[in-house]
């Protein structure tokens, strides 16, 4: 009998190790990244997707070392996100940015964790996948640029529409585009044909700064096609 149980035991060993010989097999074979981590959250595996994409060895993975291929901006929401997970033994879902071995560069991924839990419910090992999400992330600031830029125009109307002179159209326009463009200064000419006649009307987030600049532009008619305004114009 106890014989019998020594080769019972051999056998499940066997099978667990095919079992994990035939999981990685199919992991490597997934065109992203997948993982495995143990209940504390020290990552234990990761397929050959993550090797290659990041040119990190899996010696070098393992543990917290994955955070090396982390964009700086992102590591510690990632880690207190990461870590809230395993205390609340909850489900993870983030987005964050890898460094790319190839070029460099830093690629938005879809980050997802699952715990797995034996038949008392204890946590025995987290498994989770990373996908790429780099077009689907352009294409959202594409988009946001682009409604931005309609409630821009549509803020601009109105209060052009409000405004009770032409002045305090301008002003109000002017203070929109900037607010839009992060621009900490802009100004208004008039146009009589090819001159370009400064106004008063100006946006100065910090006036003490740009007192020179704006002594010297209120001084300085320009011509169609010189200067920055002359060359917007033309």
Known sequence: QTIHLMQERCQAREALRASAEQYRSLADMIPGVVWTAEPSGAIGYANRFWISYTGMKLEDTVGAGWAAAVH??????????????????EPIEVDYRLRRAQDGQYRWFLARGEPLRDRDQRITKWFGTLTEIQDQKQAEATLERQNALIRLLHQVTVSAYKA???????????DQ??????WPIGHAYSVTGEDLTPTRIWHCDDPSTFAAFVETTECSALKRGVGLPGTVLA
């Open 72 to 89: 700086p901006e992102d590591i510690e929401p990632v880690k207190s996100l990461w870590q809230w997970a395993l205390h609340m033994g």
């Open 164 to 174: 009770a002179t032409l002045e305090e159209a301008l002003q109000v326009g002017l």
């Open 177 to 182: 585009v900037c607010a839009y463009t992060g």
